[in-house]
């Protein structure tokens, strides 16, 4: 018996993360305290569907539902009430993401569980097939997938396209934009949906591939409006995510979810604005960023992101000080 719970947590877990690979793949970077959320929603709507085939085929249940009696009608029942229930335990979860917009009713979004089960269960039974066949010629060769945080401003999706162009141009990197194929485009958009109706907000519906030769090795990098992903050598990856972090401009991009510390980010670019302008700003009201900063709830990841435009701020302050202090 241990060792059956034991084959059933680790199946678990592959599904899980499996589903989260898809996320990452076909929709970017969820938020890393909903990421586990997201991933048991679509694993409770994979086990939903199965639950859908025990109802219909009660011989199967004993595959679906363990230590179930062999008697038909306590399966068939059982598996009704499961089959009732799942869905709404999918759409209780989707009240509790950390990054959902409050607004809406929390019965309402419950039910909506059914949809959300139906979809990502379907999106999950095509892609614990699709992921690992699109992912094993990288693995073959040793490849590593990263990413970084973002969330592009609303309508600056091609700006940000052509700041990265633009960013690698400089560094002699030609870059190949290219679309999706249409079987992850329809993914992507499918999932981007359902993502949307969970977080009460709109999220943008765009995804490019943009290829890239760095020291002879080919890299991919994908601009989702929520992250920047790139899978490639591990030297190489990792050279451009550094690049690409020190160089991207908070303009037309937020690196957090949290709406809260968007407020300090937009701050951050004003006083960048003002400072650029050639305004009069003080050191103290960077201090207040910081201090501000070390208040939020966020990953270390995302506080990182969000210190180095504090850090790149102050550094364009000093620069701006300097020669006037020579000058006097």
Known sequence: MPYFRVILTAIAKMLSKVFSMATLTFFGRI???DNSKVSLMGLLSLYWLYIFISVL????????IPFIPDDDTIIRITSIVIFILLPLAVGFISTRMEN?????????QTLMGYPYALTLGTLASLLIVI???MK???????????????????GKYDDVLAELKEILDSHGIEADVHSPNRFIW??????????????NKKLAKRMKYISVNVDGEDVEITLHATDISMIGPRKQVYFLKHLLSEELEPENIFFTWDESVQEVEEKICSLKKRLYEGKDISHSEITELTDNLRTRPLTNEDWNAVRR???K?????????????KGD
């Not at 959902?100 to 309402?108: A, L, Q």
């Not at 094993?136 to 945080?149: D, G, N, R, S, V």
């Not at 329809?186 to 977080?199: G, H, N, P, R």
């Open 31 to 33: 938020p890393s305290r």
């Open 57 to 64: 085929f009660p011989d199967l249940a004993e595959m679906f």
């Open 100 to 108: 959902r917009s409050e607004n809406g009713s929390v019965v309402k």
């Open 131 to 133: 992921i690992p066949l």
């Open 136 to 154: 094993l010629p990288k693995l073959l060769k040793m490849h590593e997938q990263t990413q970084f945080a973002i969330m592009i401003r609303k």
């Open 186 to 199: 329809t993914c992507f958009i499918t999932l981007a949906y359902v993502l949307e109706s969970i977080y």
């Open 309 to 311: 435009q504090i850090y």
């Open 313 to 325: 701020l102050e550094r364009d302050y000093f620069k701006m000080k300097v020669p006037e202090q």
